[in-house]
């Protein structure tokens, strides 16, 4: 897990993180963090919470380069997600209205928006990615949100990470208490890399098409640092 306080260097930092990463041949997992975008949630901070996401946009970018130039789209799986909202940050005056209100306004000017709460709330949240396990994760769509679409379960992602992408598909039963040592034959072919990150309560604002950026699953990195222990 990577996480830098200071937004200003994180698009930096990590390509570096992914170059050293990159040379093992059974490939990789990392998780690389927004943590200050919970922050703002939380003090309710507008402008701020657009810095932090057009830092996060860049972040993003530097990752998809480095797939581009080192890797591929058929070996490397890229996740943009966080694991709650924090803030309830939507429309204007929706609780009067009774239905939800799209954020909207001119460029260079904040959207028209509320902040509903202070705290981490349950909204449904955006998820994207990109590359090798995009149709596992399609063939867990759970249903339709009449705002935001097709929605997953937050665990599914994690179940998927134990059971399909870090083995060798000898665990096929999906026992979450079945903790079957993965093998390192089956993970470099299907999954050669995660770049992950955590969004927590976040909106691109007017100068970063006005949409909310937040995610539906953290990874526990424990268990992470634990799996890659096995194949060593």
């Known amino acids: 897990m990577m996480s830098s306080p200071s937004h200003s260097c994180r698009s930096n930092v990590h390509p570096g993180a992914l170059n050293v990463l990159g040379q093992d041949d059974d490939g990789f997992s990392v998780m690389i963090e927004g943590g200050a975008i919970d922050w703002t949630g939380h003090a309710n901070q507008s402008a701020r919470e657009i810095e932090e996401m057009q830092d996060f946009n860049a972040s993003v970018d530097a990752a998809i380069e480095w797939v581009e130039t080192n890797s591929n789209w058929e070996e490397t799986l890229l996740i943009v997600t966080a694991d709650h909202e924090t803030g309830y940050l ?39 990615f990109k590359g090798a396990g995009s149709e ?35 665990n096929t039963g999906g026992n979450d208490d079945d903790d079957k040592k993965p093998v390192a034959s089956g993970s470099s072919n299907a999954f050669s890399g995660l770049a992950g990150a955590g969004i927590m309560a976040a909106v691109i604002g007017a100068l970063v098409a006005l949409a909310q950026s937040v995610g539906v699953v953290s990874i526990d990195t424990s268990a992470i640092d634990r799996l890659i222990r096995q194949f060593k």
């Open 90 to 128: 939507t429309g204007m005056n929706e609780p009067a209205d009774g239905k939800w209100n799209v954020m909207a306004g001119d460029t260079s000017t904040l959207p028209a928006h509320e902040w509903y709460s202070g705290n981490h709330t349950n909204q449904v949240v955006p998820f994207f």
């Open 136 to 170: 596992d994760i399609m063939s867990q769509v759970k249903g339709t949100d009449p705002v935001r679409g097709d929605y997953i379960d937050n665990t599914d992602i994690a179940k998927l990470a134990k059971n399909t992408w870090w083995t060798d598909g000898s």
